[in-house]
């Protein structure tokens, strides 16, 4: 007699090899899912620096997103704009450049502010601190790279000029 098909226990076990494998993939995959997102901020704040180094060499001064022609992600340079992951604030009382995520990324949680500021020591030296109010959660987990963009290991806590 020719056996055909599967026993219960291959079965069995192909079952349990592919519930290990979805155990440790999906966590991994919704992580890789996070960093994916949380990366249009490292882009756009690093554009903000660029914009701002250029303004402050022609200008020997700072300026708003407006006059040094930058617009976030969400397409705005004067107020509030939101993507699909990130509502970018223009409003600079608080933060020269400030994201803060719509949805939660991993561990960091939704509204946790992204932020850059910098010092001006005229007349074209120029001090950037990029951080966020949730280091370990938000760069740490997510996006290590995007304290490099500061030039300075001296906290600027609020807006410059």
Request: charged share 15%; net charge neutral; hydrophobic share 35%.
């Given at each position: 007699?020719?056996?055909?098909?599967?026993?219960?226990?291959?079965?069995?076990?192909?079952?349990?090899?592919?519930?290990?494998?979805?155990?440790?993939?999906?966590?991994?995959?919704?992580?890789?899912?996070?960093?994916?997102?949380?990366?249009?901020?490292?882009?756009?704040?690093g554009?903000?620096?660029?914009?701002?180094?250029?303004y402050?060499?022609d200008?020997?001064?700072?300026?708003?997103?407006?006059?040094?022609?930058?617009k976030?992600p969400?397409?705005?340079?004067?107020?509030?704009?939101?993507?699909?992951?990130?509502?970018?604030?223009?409003?600079?009382?608080?933060?020269?450049?400030?994201?803060?995520?719509?949805?939660?990324?991993?561990?960091?949680?939704?509204?946790?502010?992204?932020?850059?500021?910098?010092?001006?020591?005229p007349?074209?030296?120029?001090k950037?601190?990029?951080?966020?109010?949730?280091?370990?959660?938000?760069?740490?987990?997510?996006?290590?790279?995007?304290?490099?963009?500061?030039?300075?290991?001296t906290?600027?806590?609020?807006?410059?000029?």
């Amino acid at each position: 007699m020719k056996k055909q098909g599967f026993s219960l226990i291959e079965l069995m076990v192909t079952i349990v090899i592919m519930g290990v494998i979805a155990a440790v993939a999906v966590p991994k995959l919704f992580g890789f899912m996070a960093k994916s997102k949380a990366t249009e901020i490292t882009v756009a704040a690093g554009t903000y620096i660029k914009l701002q180094e250029v303004y402050i060499h022609d200008h020997t001064q700072g300026g708003n997103w407006f006059n040094i022609g930058y617009k976030s992600p969400a397409g705005n340079s004067t107020g509030k704009a939101s993507t699909q992951n990130f509502e970018y604030d223009a409003d600079q009382t608080t933060h020269n450049w400030t994201a803060s995520p719509i949805v939660t990324l991993g561990d960091c949680a939704k509204g946790k502010k992204w932020f850059v500021n910098y010092k001006l020591n005229p007349p074209h030296d120029m001090k950037y601190w990029a951080s966020t109010d949730d280091e370990t959660n938000c760069i740490t987990a997510l996006l290590p790279n995007f304290s490099k963009l500061s030039n300075t290991t001296t906290p600027i806590t609020s807006p410059g000029e």
